[in-house]
């Protein structure tokens, strides 16, 4: 829909960088500003299951060193979330659950999830949650430094999905969460995800996420699925066949096929490292883009993963070896994944030793002019 030139969007799409940001900020204003608990809105987050709703508020929580608190809404009943009644002393007590917490100077996240798929009471019991930060009929308050999100998947998902009252609804700021394959292969980078799948995803973007055409009664790809296929590539690596039946499972017979030609042609740059760390191997740029981005995948995953001073230095000069060979529009993507870091080393610091690197002087002319240079110290 368009007004006076301005587009609309119905829905208030978001990517997963552009929530996590949302999120982040939020989490750290009552952080910094407690006081401000009763006015900042809770967070609503809609989309297809899969997309990574959850893991966007974990990491956020994980990033900050704050608590997190994940509540699946779905899988309780009401007096799961709000608690049971006792008498002492003549008088009614509420006994609120454990996991609420106590300290009212603590800081954290909790996540109401799947919660579209609660049952009516428990959606109920979460209003005076979500606008006064109270668990019904009890003395419980939730502490000033604890962000409300809540989670759910849309009735058109094929998913157990009930409607949210709107009471309910008029208690958040609503966001809907799409996948985003570019957003998704930093955080996979980030989180060491098997370089094949990285790989494919940059080749294959529009398959990070595939609802239409597939069996959603079985597996079908999405950013959740694509993560238990790494883990599973660990699993099973041993056995390509054993490891084919578990990528068809996870992501469908069809793009499970093309995945696993792209996982067999991957194999063949198992031994970057060696021409990474060996100053005398050669590296020769492949014809085809498939290869070209399986390469990038490898040389960043093995990048920052050195054993001691001497292999980290040799694998950042091995990374501008490769460089040196790759075209632009590869170069760059290169540089840009490279400069994420990964668990062990954060992205100032990934960003740190590429550019006071000898090599990257070179590396940036090339992505300046055009040209082809060649590295005296390679």
């Avoid at 989490?27 to 401000?36: D, K, M, R, S």
């Avoid at 840009?336 to 990964?342: E, T």
Wanted: aromatic letters at 8%; proline letters at 5%.
């Amino acid at each position: 829909m368009a007004a006076n030139g301005i587009t609309i969007d119905m829905h208030n799409l978001v990517s997963s960088d552009e929530i996590h940001n949302i999120i982040k900020t939020a989490a750290e204003t009552l952080i910094t500003n407690p006081n401000l608990a009763g006015a900042l809105p809770a967070i609503m987050l809609r989309g297809a299951p899969g997309v990574g709703k959850s893991t966007i508020v974990r990491t956020v929580a994980q990033e900050l060193g704050i608590g997190f608190i994940d509540v699946r809404l779905a899988q309780m009943e009401r007096v799961d979330f709000a608690g049971l009644p006792s008498v002492k002393d003549g008088m009614t007590e509420w006994n609120v659950p454990s996991f609420w917490p106590r300290d009212m100077k603590s800081k954290g996240i909790i996540l109401l999830d799947e919660i579209t798929s609660a049952p009516s009471d428990c959606q109920v019991a979460a209003y005076s949650v979500v606008l006064d930060r109270r668990i019904p009929n009890s003395n419980y308050v939730l502490p000033d430094g604890w962000l409300i999100v809540a989670a759910g998947n849309r009735t058109c998902d094929r998913a157990v999905v009930k409607t949210m009252s709107s009471a309910l609804a008029n208690r958040f700021v609503h966001f809907e969460v799409e996948a985003n394959s570019e957003d998704w292969v930093k955080w996979a980078v980030c989180n060491e995800i098997n370089p094949a799948v990285i790989g494919f995803i940059n080749y294959r973007p529009n398959l990070l996420f595939k609802m239409e055409g597939q069996n959603l009664e079985q597996g079908w790809p999405s950013p959740r699925s694509w993560e238990r296929v790494s883990n599973c590539i660990s699993m099973f690596n041993g056995n390509t066949e054993l490891l084919r039946k578990v990528v068809y499972g996870l992501i469908g017979n069809g793009v499970g096929l093309e995945f696993m030609e792209f996982f067999k042609m991957s194999a063949e740059f198992d031994s970057i490292l060696e021409v990474m760390t060996d100053p005398s191997a050669v590296f020769t740029l492949p014809d085809k883009a498939d290869r070209r981005y399986a390469v990038v995948s490898a040389v960043v995953y093995h990048l920052w993963n050195g054993t001691d001073e001497k292999d980290a230095e040799n694998r950042v000069n091995g990374f501008f070896k490769v460089l040196a060979a790759m075209p632009n529009d590869f170069g760059a993507m290169m540089i840009k994944a490279a400069m994420l870091g990964n668990k062990k080393v954060k992205p100032m610091d990934a960003m740190r030793k590429i550019m006071t690197n000898p090599n990257y002087p070179t590396v940036a002319k090339k992505f300046m002019t055009g040209s082809t240079p060649t590295f005296g110290t390679l």
